[in-house]
């Protein structure tokens, strides 16, 4: 059994949001991840999936710290990110990449890839220019680009050749894990398997630990390990890739399966079509939040929430058809 790299234990980020309703004003609170828990072993990639407003990168995000979590707690090789003061919480960043959606936005476009690659090096002390000019080439070769690559723009390249760019200032400080967060939804589907392969390598190469983000399910499919699937804030199932796409519990991931194209025509998949929108994080059903819009939805489902329970070794599920509640709420 692999060792536990990462541990997210009831991670929340609550914004507060001040509105003003016919001349007063109100506290409008938006629980964009409410309480998370999971936890992700070395060398593994873990997906988490769901529909676009869910929480996935708000969950990235505090787990790295880039944004400052509410409550919970996030354990990185042992140590405890949440109780860190500045200071250690950047040289604990080193070891912590982000990999973003769109890599147009977050390369700076004033900026040569040369210089947006060394930057991190500079920051966090890494070798002398010489030795930093020399770990650049190694690393715009490693992402399948070339030398003659470093002195352009971020403008003069296509989509995938940006987000490889992206991918290389993620690895330049040789970090353990990477949060790639919907590394390939703005590129070109012909594109996609490129540099989801490309990931692959990179962990293979260089024993990274990825959790991948994605909105859904057929894109995680060749490269996760495990998957957690979240609705509003929150993890609905979590299960070994193989037993997610087998045997999903939740109707919610049911419902994201029916959305994937079956490519084998004889296999006949129970199809669910979602009535309604996601509700607002701000105002989220009580009891279980996939109640509005569930099929299978029951009486104790309005009223009770389903805590995330293990149903089978390693799949956990929060629904009260696997819970073992019956319809008063009492445990059977
Ligand atoms: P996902 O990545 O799954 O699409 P996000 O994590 O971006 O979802 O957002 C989750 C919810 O939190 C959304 O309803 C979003 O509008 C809200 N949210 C995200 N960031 C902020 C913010 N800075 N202020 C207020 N609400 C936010
Ligand atoms: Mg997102």
């Known amino acids: 059994m692999s060792e536990t790299l990462l541990q997210v234990e009831h991670l929340k980020k609550y914004y507060s949001l001040g509105k003003r309703w016919f001349g007063k004003s109100e506290q409008q609170v938006i629980k964009a991840v409410d309480d998370v828990s999971f936890s992700v072993l070395k060398g593994e990639t873990f997906g988490l999936v769901g529909e676009s407003g869910c929480g996935k990168s708000t969950a990235g995000r505090s787990i790295l710290r880039l944004i400052e979590p509410t409550a919970g707690r996030v354990q990185f090789n042992g140590q405890d990110l949440t109780s860190l003061t500045p200071k250690e919480l950047r040289l604990q960043r080193k070891d912590m990449q982000i990999v973003f959606q769109d890599p147009f936005s977050s390369l700076n476009p004033r900026h040569t890839v040369q210089r947006i690659l060394e930057e991190p090096l500079i920051v966090h002390g890494v070798g002398n ?67 989801i392969n490309l990931l692959q390598d990179l962990q293979e190469e260089f024993g990274l630990t990825y959790i991948f983000i994605a909105h859904d399910l057929s894109v995680v499919k060749h490269i996760c390990d495990r998957i957690a699937v979240m609705y509003l804030g929150r993890i609905v199932e979590i299960s070994e890739k193989n037993r997610l796409y087998e045997t999903p519990q939740h109707p919610y991931t049911k419902a994201l399966f029916s959305a994937v194209p079956e490519p084998d025509p004889d296999i006949k998949t129970e199809r669910i079509i979602l009535q309604g929108e996601v509700p607002s994080p701000a105002n989220a059903p009580v009891g279980c939040a996939f109640h509005t819009r569930c099929p299978m939805v029951m009486d104790i489902c309005q009223t009770l929430r389903p805590e995330l329970t293990e149903t089978e070794p390693g799949h956990l599920t929060a629904c009260h058809l696997f819970t073992g509640s019956d319809a008063t709420g009492r445990a059977v």
């Open 129 to 195: 220019a010489k030795e930093r000019r020399n770990l650049i080439s190694r690393l715009i070769e490693v992402v399948g680009l070339s030398h003659s690559h470093l002195q352009r723009y971020p403008h003069q390249f296509s989509g995938g050749q940006r987000q490889r760019i992206g991918i290389a200032r993620a690895l330049s400080l040789q970090p353990k894990l990477i949060v790639a967060d919907e590394p390939v939804s703005a590129l070109d589907v012909s594109i996609q398997s490129q540099v």
